[in-house]
């Protein structure tokens, strides 16, 4: 299995831009996470999703920030408009379902909001 | 309001000794505990594990410890390797729930 894939591995983008982050996770796996790693705050839970449906989005920053997940296989993550501060990286995981603790990373999205 | 603290940003140890891990937690209710080594442009990888139910669980140089009345787990490292210097998460987790981190430490193994 190829594992958790992410796209694209980098993001440059200006201000007030769209930006859309996206995901497949691996096969087989119900259960898909959103994290944001910051220096302050570590890695960050944004939204997460099981059997495609969100179950917690109490960690979404703001309204800017919105994410789906039209079917098994893959998610998206969309800041718009983009600022400054959502500068991060922004992890994608996944799990075989609820109750399995081991989260399967995918290599994450380094973004950058000039 | 984080509920998985790490104080230490980062630690550096020698090659050979013992490197120390710290992790703080303020909710009782976690029953499950991680932690996750990650390296510079990769995702975080499962390191080790302990059930609230334990208070020690090893693995080969790695041994993770739980105290919890003190709210408080460790991951001891013996001995260090350059090869383990990487950014270490330690996560928690209520059953069916979701997994908290902590802000990581950077460990630093000098050769």
């Known amino acids: 299995d190829a594992g958790v894939i992410q796209s694209p591995r980098h993001e440059v983008t200006e201000m007030g831009q769209e930006v859309t982050l996206r995901c497949k996770p691996i096969s087989g796996h119900n259960s898909l996470f959103w994290y944001r790693q910051t220096m302050m705050r570590g890695l960050e839970l944004l939204i997460y999703f099981n059997n495609n449906v969100p179950i917690d989005d109490s960690g979404m920053p703001e309204d800017r920030f919105s994410a789906k997940m039209p079917n098994a296989s893959f998610s998206t993550l969309k800041i718009q408009p983009s600022e400054p501060r959502d500068s991060a990286v922004y992890f994608c995981?996944?799990?075989?379902?609820?109750?399995?603790?081991?989260?399967?990373f995918g290599s994450g999205t380094q973004l950058s909001v000039l | 309001d984080q509920q998985v603290k790490q104080n230490s940003p980062s630690l550096s140890v020698q090659e050979g000794r013992i490197s120390i891990l710290n992790c703080d937690y303020t909710?009782?209710?976690?029953?499950?505990f991680l932690w996750y080594k990650k390296y510079p442009a990769e995702g975080p990888t499962f390191l080790i594990s302990?059930?609230?139910?334990?208070d020690k669980n090893e693995d080969g140089r790695f041994t993770v410890f739980l105290n919890k009345s003190a709210k408080h787990l460790s991951l001891h490292i013996v001995p260090s390797q350059p090869g383990d210097s990487a950014v270490y998460f330690c996560?928690?987790?209520?059953?069916?729930?979701?997994?908290?981190f902590g802000q990581g430490t950077e460990l630093s193994v000098k050769p």
């Open positions: 995981a996944s799990i075989p379902g609820p109750g399995t603790e081991k989260l399967f």
């Open positions: 996560a928690a987790i209520l059953w069916g729930g979701k997994l908290i």
């Open positions: 909710n009782s209710m976690f029953d499950y």
């Open positions: 302990i059930s609230s139910i334990k």
